[in-house]
């Protein structure tokens, strides 16, 4: 499976509560993994496949989202029925409590598993001043990106920097426009720096990469600085 096409998926084997549309009460379910594409669980009722749900999932006492599923395959484990689940429908807010979650309760899978195929290398300046933040300053960062509209994730490493931009290097080719939620993986000991952003440009630089140039959503000074500052 290419890049294009691959999405991390957090291990954390976890019982929650899980409420189908209808149901009057909450029933336990173990989510095995879970993923911005969706997730596998474990549950002690049947499901019938290639059907669609609505369900409200509990992964915590504040983490608690409505959620539109397709239910893909099913396989009894030792007694058990484990389902895969995809998102049909998930809005942004859910995808941004996924990831508040795994980073709250799973701190580790995020270093364990959203960076592999990267290699984390820096180049470029020294610590600025808030003054000069929005000249463009070339340092190289892991970063994973994600198409808002299609739900497809890649990896990318970062050319150049601005409060007003990105620019980055990545295997695949992306449209123009194109809606991005990114993640780049800062060297400060940190959380990955989230940012929003839509590409403006992309073009060939050989036959397997892609130089690519996003306008941020707004920008972020403070985080600006804090990339800066470890450049």
């Not at 952003?197 to 804090?226: C, F, H, T």
Request: glycine share 6%; aromatic share 12%; proline share 5%.
């Amino acid at each position: 499976m290419d890049n294009r096409r691959r999405f991390t998926r957090w291990q954390i084997d976890k019982q929650v509560k899980v409420k189908l549309e209808g149901a009057e009460t909450f029933m336990d379910c173990t989510v095995k993994d879970i993923s911005f594409k969706g997730l596998m669980v474990s549950l002690a009722m049947k499901l019938h496949l290639d059907t669609f749900l609505k369900l409200t999932l509990a992964l915590a006492e504040e983490v608690i989202m409505e959620l539109e599923v397709w239910v893909a395959w099913h396989k009894s484990v030792d007694g058990h029925n484990l389902y895969g689940f995809y998102f049909s429908r998930i809005k942004d807010p859910d995808k941004e409590k996924i990831y508040q979650f795994i980073r709250k309760f799973y701190p580790e899978q995020l270093i364990k598993q959203w960076w592999i195929g990267t290699e984390p290398k820096i180049i470029g300046g020294r610590a600025m001043e808030d003054h000069r933040i929005f000249q463009r300053f070339n340092v190289k960062y892991p970063l994973r990106f994600l198409e808002a509209a299609s739900g497809n994730e890649g990896i990318a490493y970062t050319k150049d920097i601005s409060a007003r931009g990105i620019g980055f290097v990545t295997p695949q080719p992306l449209s123009v426009p194109m809606a991005l939620e990114m993640w780049l993986k800062v060297p400060d000991k940190g959380e990955p720096f989230y940012t929003r952003g839509e590409v403006a440009w992309s073009k060939p630089i050989n036959e397997s990469e892609y130089q690519v140039g996003i306008k941020l959503e707004r920008p972020d000074l403070m985080e600006m600085a804090r990339l800066l500052r470890t450049g």
